[in-house]
């Protein structure tokens, strides 16, 4: 069965410093790979995704950036973060754009 | 552009109770995702619709969609407290690379 991992599950960082969160699914092949964040609220935004390896659209002009360096490995990277920065992230596979998408289990950021 | 109404956002009832959120969106889709989120915690996919007129149940949950009306619903039956939680609808995008657009999400507390 497939599953995806997610970490580190909570990081507090100060700002101006950099960011490196990894997601990892195990049991599928070329998997679709979305990171999205989730302020404080509830509403889901989509940051990046990924249908192959080095093939990533971003959505929202920002100071992150995701790179996608093996099939099943997506990273979400910053080399400054802000304030703005805080939130929930999340990342999510599915198998293609015709299936549901599965999600991580998080990862709780708090810039300081 | 796509997109997607959920209401109530905020949604207080008793066990016991039934009760309706609805799920519209603005555009043609082909298919349409229910997710559930406990507090703090990651997206767990519901139910997948892919056509009109499906319907799908779990438990006190029963999903339905009308594609000509763009509308879904997900009913809730007899309510009891384990279904606190926030309940996210998300519409696949057709004509923009199948991307989901999502809801804000309606935040349900059943209380005794």
């Known amino acids: 069965s497939q599953t995806i991992h997610q970490w580190p599950a909570t990081l507090v960082q100060p700002v101006g410093s950099p960011l490196s969160l990894e997601c990892t699914v195990e049991?599928?092949?070329?998997?679709?790979l979305y990171w999205y964040r989730q302020a404080a609220g509830r509403g889901l935004q989509l940051l990046f995704y990924?249908?192959?390896?080095?093939?990533i659209s971003s959505e929202v002009p920002q100071n992150l950036s995701a790179s996608r360096p093996q099939d099943r490995q997506f990273i979400l990277s910053s080399k400054k973060l802000l304030l703005s920065d805080s939130g929930f992230y999340l990342c999510a596979w599915e198998e293609d754009s015709n299936t549901e998408a599965f999600f991580g289990q998080g990862t709780r950021l708090t810039v300081v | 552009e796509l997109k997607v109404e959920q209401n109530p956002l905020f949604l207080s009832m008793q066990e016991g109770k039934n009760y309706t959120i609805y799920c519209n969106y603005s555009?043609?889709?082909?298919?349409l995702y229910w997710y559930r989120q406990d507090p703090g915690k990651s997206l767990e996919s519901l139910f997948v619709?892919?056509?009109n007129g499906a319907v799908k149940q779990e438990g006190r949950l029963m999903a339905s969609l009308d594609t000509k009306a763009r509308l879904s619903t997900l009913h809730i039956t007899a309510a009891v407290h384990d279904l606190s939680a926030t309940y996210f609808c998300?519409?696949?995008?057709?004509?923009?690379?199948?991307?989901?657009?999502w809801g804000l999400g309606t935040s349900l507390a059943v209380n005794p």
């Open positions: 555009t043609t889709s082909d298919r």
């Open positions: 998300a519409v696949n995008n057709a004509g923009n690379n199948r991307k989901l657009i």
């Open positions: 990924s249908i192959g390896i080095d093939q």
């Open positions: 049991g599928t092949s070329n998997p679709n």
């Open positions: 619709l892919l056509s």
